[in-house]
């Protein structure tokens, strides 16, 4: 009876983990929703851009820590759920459908990903051919600013000669 509660405790956790991973998928792709309204203003807010980085790296954490401990319970199950599938049947089929929704929630927060990385190097685009402008903006500036200060001294120059 210690083993069963036990089988019970491990699927249960199994379960648990599926449903944490599914909750934490939501608010990724709630937050990457969020960069996608950032990207389409005509100024990106960057500090609310860094702030959703951020968010999302404390929640990708938190999958890899369910992944590996839900990969450390299922090590402890997996032969007896192998052995006893129909005993388990109904447990192993939700565990299935919280998997299959959890991949279908993976593929939408890729694909999204996809969409706001192209927008980011559109944006990153722009930005390093302003900077460039304004680089080469300020390097002719400088040339002028110094061909002309030589041609002063040499009006200046020629000027003092001739009195």
Same mark, same amino acid.
């Given at each position: 009876?210690?083993?069963?509660?036990?089988?019970?405790?491990?699927?249960?956790?199994?379960?648990?983990? %599926?449903?944490?991973?599914?909750? /934490?998928? &939501?608010?990724?792709?709630?937050?990457?929703?969020? *960069?996608?309204?950032?990207?389409?203003?005509? @100024?990106?807010?960057?500090?609310?851009? =860094?702030?959703?980085?951020? *968010?999302?790296?404390? %929640? /990708?954490?938190? %999958? %890899? @820590?369910?992944?590996?401990?839900?990969?450390?319970?299922?090590?402890?199950?997996? &032969?007896?759920?192998?052995?006893?599938?129909?005993?388990?049947?109904?447990?192993?089929? =939700?565990?299935?459908?919280?998997? $299959?929704?959890?991949?279908?929630?993976?593929?939408?927060?890729?694909?999204?990903?996809?969409?706001?990385?192209?927008?980011? &190097? #559109?944006?990153? #685009?722009?930005?390093?051919?302003? /900077?460039? @402008?304004?680089? /080469?903006?300020?390097?002719? #500036?400088?040339?002028?600013?110094?061909?002309?200060?030589?041609? =002063?001294?040499?009006? $200046?120059?020629?000027?003092?000669?001739?009195?």
């Amino acid at each position: 009876m210690g083993q069963e509660k036990e089988k019970e405790t491990y699927l249960a956790l199994l379960e648990d983990s %599926l449903i944490k991973k599914s909750s /934490i998928l &939501d608010q990724l792709i709630e937050l990457t929703k969020e *960069q996608e309204v950032i990207f389409r203003e005509e @100024s990106i807010n960057e500090e609310r851009f =860094h702030y959703i980085i951020d *968010q999302k790296e404390t %929640l /990708i954490e938190k %999958l %890899l @820590s369910l992944d590996r401990g839900f990969e450390q319970i299922y090590q402890h199950i997996k &032969d007896e759920l192998l052995i006893n599938k129909g005993k388990y049947q109904k447990e192993i089929q =939700h565990l299935q459908e919280l998997i $299959a929704g959890i991949t279908d929630k993976s593929v939408a927060l890729q694909a999204a990903e996809r969409r706001n990385k192209a927008k980011l &190097d #559109a944006y990153l #685009a722009t930005k390093k051919g302003e /900077i460039k @402008s304004f680089k /080469i903006g300020n390097q002719t #500036a400088t040339s002028y600013y110094k061909n002309m200060a030589g041609q =002063h001294q040499g009006e $200046a120059y020629f000027f003092d000669k001739k009195n």
